[in-house]
């Protein structure tokens, strides 16, 4: 088969420009964005482009948007060598992470890329972005891609999708994968970490359906009592994440610890992450020994975006309190490091 990839737009900084007399960026037509890479023709592949109807602000993404892109892909799966997704940076690792729960045995590559200036401009780093997102998806090894899951190129590293969070909205190194090692990199040579790559077995699997009764609560010194029942009392969710401290660590106030435990009884799922982008949940210190004696589950190194989306993801499937558990503590989709 020639080799073809499936060029898909979806917005973000990447194809904005600036509308003058508002002062603002917005999203234009995607055929002014191809005409910005002639370089695309150099590929000996066949290069398709595909923009959603309403290319977007990834910041006014929702999750419907995720299940569309997912179809999208998943409908054109057999046609191409590979898939690129040119997406708003604001929330591109919350799609990559969505995705990479949402779709199981993978087996060609799904890259995520987009840029801090829009294409137009002279310094923009969205080319070198766009083309070597490219050439990474179209990477063989023994005739098949080398590549087979869900991932995030972005100034010159490759990041697994559900490992990888944005830290800077100024810096061209926007993001970082802050337990996982970077997948590969981008300078004279590709130098890919072919030893840490998905190599999936399986007919591909692709679900749809995600839950959104998703709470995340961060944990401040500033927090009442009254404020703290009045959010256990009144907000309907499913699942809470608390966004904790360090390794995971809470005050200890009686009442914090009894609504938590209120919550569990209910069959609420609580989650704690920790505010540090680079903080693994480990349950060291005493303060948070007894979140997990109150039945609190861990997410360990995964990121925020991972623990929502894999959150649901999983609720989505209506488990019972200990499979949701058991489901969430596996790592499914290397989101685990
Ligand atoms: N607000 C833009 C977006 O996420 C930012 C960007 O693309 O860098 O769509």
């Known amino acids: 088969m020639e080799e073809s990839i499936l060029l898909i737009y979806t917005g973000g900084t990447i194809g904005m420009v600036l509308n003058e007399d508002l002062g603002l960026l917005e999203p234009f037509n995607f055929d002014n964005l191809l005409k910005q890479i002639p370089q695309l023709q150099k590929f000996d592949a066949h290069i398709n482009t595909i923009s959603v109807e309403v290319p977007k602000d990834s910041a006014t993404m929702r999750f419907k948007d995720w299940v569309e892109l997912g179809q999208l892909i998943f409908d054109n799966y057999y046609s191409y060598s ?14 990559t992470s969505a995705l990479s729960f949402m779709f199981s045995n993978l087996r060609k590559p799904i890259i995520f890329t987009g840029s801090q200036l829009p294409i137009g401009e002279v310094r923009t780093d969205a080319i070198e972005n766009v ?32 490992c990888v969070t944005k830290i800077s909205s100024e810096n061209f190194n926007a993001f970082v994968s802050p337990h996982c090692p970077v997948l ?6 590709l130098e890919v970490n072919k030893s840490l790559l998905m190599s999936n077995k399986g007919s591909l699997l692709f679900s749809s359906e995600l ?15 009254d404020q703290f029942e009045k959010v256990c009392e009144f907000v309907k969710f499913k699942v809470l994440i608390i966004e904790s401290y360090g390794a995971g660590t809470v005050f200890l106030e009686n009442w914090f610890v009894k609504n938590l435990e209120m919550l569990i009884s209910k069959g609420i799922f609580v989650i704690n992450v920790s505010q540090c982008v680079f903080g693994k949940v480990d ?55």
């Open 184 to 189: 590969a990199t981008s300078n004279i040579k």
């Open 82 to 95: 590979g898939f690129v997704v040119l997406h708003g940076t604001d929330t591109m690792a919350y799609t």
């Open 131 to 162: 083309l070597t997102s490219i050439e990474l998806a179209l990477l063989k090894e023994k005739g098949r891609p080398l590549i087979n899951e869900v991932c995030l190129y972005f100034g010159n590293q490759l990041f697994r999708g559900n």
């Open 283 to 337: 349950f060291l210190y005493e303060s948070s020994k007894v979140l997990l004696d109150s039945g609190l589950i861990s997410s360990g190194s995964m990121t925020l975006e991972a623990v929502i989306t894999k959150s649901m993801h999983l609720l989505a499937k209506n488990l019972k309190s200990k499979e949701f558990k058991t489901q969430f503590l596996t790592n499914t989709a290397k989101e685990l490091c």
């Open 211 to 225: 839950g959104s009764s998703v709470f995340v609560y961060k944990i401040h010194p500033a927090i009442s009592k």
